[in-house]
């Protein structure tokens, strides 16, 4: 029992931190709600209740996977690049405006529109990566900084360049169908965007783990020195790190515009970028688990929104309980008493055996 | 042109300046200590959100200035101890427990804010309070300082006072002293019996003292509400003018004047008709350009003619 | 002769499961010192820590002065009296001397601010009555090792300590610099301190100590006089068995020079000239030692060597070819081979498991991959053969790396250099803190390799490892090379210390004229 407690330590620390996280959400449920019972049935099973919750509930996971991937590959690195919010407006932004202004049979229009969201996500990436291989620029502060300038310039490119005068809101012109991901199951919104990132992960798995360009990055994560010293190109490792996350993050923001609304229309950033953070986290930066965990935040958002809508609590409680569960899983020594207890006396148990063999 | 230039050369774009200036200096100053004790603390921006809502908040229910603001620097304080202790004693990346802490600030903010005001915007249904402006007697009616030095919020001028007392307490106090042993060499500080833990903490508590007043200022004195993310990012700024400054008092305070500028600038070149966005960007792109000449110049070293 | 220290059956576990003290039992004898001699990894340095309050024991009892103690952190330690000096020098680097030395008791004046006056006086009244002139407002950076040494010590004493522990202090100091220490301490002792010194130099040991007590394997083997005990006696108790101190065997052929250094410089990045045209070669069959107190040049020499670092000018060449300022990559397909000095910063990737350290410097190759898609199980295999070969301690070829201990770590670095056929050996302090046990084995590896035709170049601070097992001697002082010997019974330890300390010149050491030989330009 004590073994299979230390061997499997981090899984059931990430467990006991999530179920805390829930216990947070419904206590406050309880508090705030005026109608607990039926907040905490729409909060907890809001995403399964209808055809179309589950699918909303499907589909969210998929920009969460593309950006938790964003991330972790960088963070696979070393590099705490969290560009990814920027590079998945701007990546949007400017497939939209590739998307609107050309005139290509589906298949073709597909793939170039997404290289296009994915290539100029991928320059996102390169600006702070560049910046650090080259002269150690802090990537954590430039993409931050990233993030806004490329919220600022996708906008300006929709608005003023794109906008669909005749909508209602501040959106681009729609996509031409060419130019759409199908959704393929009725009544649900799941569309072929989900199934590019489901692949694009797995895919993912296989290149950090059985590559030889994933063992370079996951080697200078762990420590660049001993990388250098064996001969791995550090500098391109840094540098291409942050390119294919962003690229993946651009990839994120494209396929909801194709997939889900067929037009531009964020004004504000949608978020994703953000959980691809918490789900790198939670999921430690393997691809495997980072399918989970945006499964689990998915649930989490389109929950929340149900209960945002169906009652009167307001949806960033969800925010609020993300980043507890953040803090806990960070929190090395979170429950590291226990362990370290059960720890001594497996050692000592160990130390005894070897006494009575010799 | 010409007006715009006129403009940008007048008492008015300094007096722009040290007001815009207020609350990146403030932030900068928690970012440098902790800095210097060698555990960044890069949640300034959930900081400052967490103790501007709380200072609105506050001074609209009880309607008290000074209350409000012990609120709104305890909630500042407040943060800052728990990021020590999710560092210090749980072990957590501060890096990552810093991002966790402002996610939290951002969605709290938001959720309290519509809970108490209904409203997912701004605060502006409320009745909070804002802490007064001064005109300087005499100094006011000085042509070209007056009108630079001289009613600006009271919070602006306690920023000196705080970028003064940041450099007491570095040099002149064996707490800072100690912060920065810390930094340089924990291993130092614990052969002489320094609880380096200890030390950091502290000086988490104190970025969140700083830091807090910069929240405050944001919304009950540069705007009268609190809105959401009105912190726009100026909590990372901060990080760019304390590093530009290498962490100490006089260069914090002159990274973050040249950031006041920039961000002055933004404003005043508004009638030229730029699109509003390009000018919201221009203090972003201008940091990502800082940040990088800055370490251009730091990795490239002059080499003597060998002999 | 009164006790003041003693330690009754001190079990310490380390979060990670080690053992690191086993039930250890030591009387300290005031006024004397005692000596703890001990393997890497006996437990040592976790004994010290406990007694200096930076780690508490699971188990036993601590009396000092003869009342039962419990010291619960470095600050209670130096309360009572017992002060330490670290291995790693352990000053504030921005700050002034002054600053390090009252960091911690800072007087102060209306309750808040720093008192400059009465810290100038109290450090200047330390350096009096103790004896130890030290630059009071210079920053710690710019001060030489020794200095620095000196106010590490002025620190301790400055803070009344009474027990005072040395961690290999002589690690950094030539054996000149070595008297000095010596002199300070038994001074120190006159004065009526005591003093605990872990060494693993067992010649220092037996001039200094008076008491010794030995450690294996987290519990306390014996304690005696120093005087009772050879060396030898000694050495065999800290590993249990019988070792050679013997040179080996001088190599049988020595082939062309393989490695030609030409006219190297490197001037860094605070144009502080380090390497000052340096000139030498290694020849194929033979082990160049290089001599030297650390800090001479010699770590940037061997990252220039490397492809880590880029020299300034000057030429290196392999079979002629030149590899000035490759990359660590192309230089490796060299068949180079470097250990490195660092192995836990350089040489491995703790997290990381053995077969993931085995392959970084072939991974790329077939049939460690094919097309860019690793094969692991090929990689498995080679790892758990070399795992064999290499007598390696290890559950399987996926154990991580922080499982295992430095010798066996080193063991895995020396086996993925080795086997990757090289011709040319960077040997950079290969046994810097390991147990004799794999210290044998990797001048075993280092002979074996030498004879078949393998050029090694070796760097060590360690005389001891440079008299046992180079064929040609080099000594560096302030990044150039100032002697070079053959290697025979006639050079010693002695012999090669004014070079080590720039004492004597090349011209000036023309009595015993190196190379006499050969004619070549030094």
Known sequence: ?358 | ?307 | METILSLKNIVKVYPNGVVANKGINIDVEKNTIHAIVGENGAGKSTLMKIIFGEETPQEGEIYYKGKRVHIKNSLEAIAMGIGMIHQHLMLAPELTVAENLILGTEPVKWKLFLDKKKIMEKTESACKSFGFEVPLNKKVKDLPVGTKQRIEILKVLIRNAELIILDEPTSVLTPQETEVLFKSLRELKAKGKTIIFISHKLKEVKQIADRVTIIRDGKDIATEDANKLSEHQIAELMVGREISFERIEKPKSIGEPLLRVENLHYVNDENIHILKDISFEVRRGEILGMAGVEGNGQTELVEILTGLRAATSGRILIKGTEITNLSPREIREKKVAHIPEDRMENGVAEKSSIEENIIVDRYYKKPFSKNSFLNWKYIGNHTTKLIKDFNILAQSSKTPISALSGGNIQKVVVARELSSDPELIIADQPTRGIDVGSEEMVHALLKEARDRGIAVFLVSADLDEILKVATRILVIYNGKIVAEFENNESITQEKLGPYMLGVTTKEEGSTNKPLSTEQKEV
């Open chain 1, 1 to 358: 029992m004590e073994k299979f407690i230390v061997k499997y330590f981090n899984l059931i620390r990430t467990i006991i931190a999530v179920l805390i996280g829930v216990v947070i959400s419904i206590l406050i449920i309880f508090i705030i709600s005026k109608n607990p019972g039926y907040s905490l049935k729409t909060f907890f099973l809001g995403p399964l209740l209808t055809k179309g919750r589950f699918g909303d509930f499907i589909e969210q996971a998929s920009p969460i996977i593309l950006c938790g991937l964003a991330i972790a590959i960088p963070f696979q690195a070393e590099q705490f690049n969290i560009g990814a919010e920027g590079a998945l407006f701007i990546g949007a932004a400017v497939g939209t405006a590739f998307a609107v202004s050309t005139h290509m049979p589906t298949i073709l229009h597909i793939t170039s529109v997404l290289l296009v969201a994915g290539i100029t996500g991928a320059i996102w990436g390169f600006i702070p990566g560049f910046l650090k291989a080259k002269w150690k620029t802090d990537e954590l502060v430039i993409s931050l900084m990233m993030n806004y300038v490329a919220y600022f310039l996708g906008l300006y490119l929709i608005n003023y360049y794109f906008r669909d005068k005749s909508a209602g809101f501040l959106v681009s012109y729609q996509l031409p169908k060419t130019a759409w991901l199908a959704q393929f199951i009725p009544g649900m919104r799941i569309h072929v965007g989900v199934i590019i990132s489901f692949v694009i992960a797995i895919l993912t798995y296989y290149f950090l783990y059985h590559t030889t360009k994933g063992y370079e990055i996951r080697v200078t994560g762990i420590n660049k020195n001993f990388a250098k010293f064996g001969g791995i190109n550090v500098f391109m490792v840094i540098v291409i790190s942050q390119v294919i996350g962003g690229f993946l993050a651009g990839l994120g923001g494209m396929t909801e515009v194709m997939g889900l609304h067929r037009r531009f229309n964020w004004q504000m950033s949608p978020g994703y970028g953000w959980d691809g953070v918490v789900v790198a986290i939670i999921g430690r930066n393997n691809p495997i688990f980072i399918i989970f965990a945006a499964l689990f935040l998915s649930y989490l958002r389109t929950g929340g929104q149900v209960l945002n809508l169906l009652s009167d609590i307001p949806s960033e409680m969800v925010i609020a309980i993300k980043s507890i569960i953040i803090l806990l899983i960070t929190a090395e020594a979170f429950l590291e008493k226990f362990k370290y207890r059960i720890t001594i006396r497996e050692a000592k148990r160990r130390e005894a055996l070897d006494e009575s063999d010799s």
């Open chain 2, 1 to 307: 042109m010409n007006p715009i230039l006129k403009s940008i050369l007048s008492p008015k774009f300094v007096f722009a300046t040290i007001r815009v200036m207020t609350p990146i200096l403030y932030p900068a100053i928690g970012v440098a200590i902790t800095a210097l004790a060698g555990s960044i603390n890069i949640a300034l921006e959930g900081i400052m959100l967490m103790s501007a809502f709380t200072g609105v908040m506050v001074s609209a229910y009880t309607g008290n200035l000074l209350i409000s603001l012990i609120a709104g620097v305890a909630a500042g304080v407040g943060m800052g101890a728990i990021l020590g202790y999710f560092h210090l004693k749980l072990k957590a990346d501060i890096i990552i427990a810093a991002i966790a802490l402002n996610m939290f600030a951002s969605g709290i903010t938001i959720f309290l804010l519509y809970l108490f005001a209904h409203d997912k915007g701004t605060s502006s249904s409320l009745k909070s309070l804002v802490f007064p402006s001064f005109q300087i007697p005499i100094l006011k009616d000085i042509p070209i300082l007056g009108p630079m030095l001289s009613g600006h919020n009271i919070l602006t001028y306690f920023v000196f006072v705080a970028v003064i007392a940041f450099y007491y307490l570095i040099y002149k106090t064996p707490l800072g002293l100690r912060i920065r042993a810390v930094g340089q060499n924990p291993d130092a500080a614990k052969s002489v019996g320094i609880n380096v833990d200890r030390i950091r903490f502290y000086s988490l508590l104190l970025s969140g003292f700083f830091g807090s007043f910069g929240g405050l200022y944001l919304a009950m004195g540069y705007v009268s509400w609190f809105s959401r993310d009105m912190t726009a990012g100026r909590g990372f700024i901060a990080i760019a003018a304390s590093s530009l400054g290498n962490n100490l008092p006089l260069g914090t305070f002159l990274g973050s004047l040249l950031f006041g500028l920039v961000n002055a600038f933004a404003i005043f070149i508004a009638p030229l008709k730029i699109p509003s966005e390009f000018i919201q960007s221009i203090p972003y792109v201008t940091t990502v350009i800082v940040l990088a000449i800055y370490s251009i110049n730091k990795s490239r070293k002059v080499k003597k003619e060998i002999e």
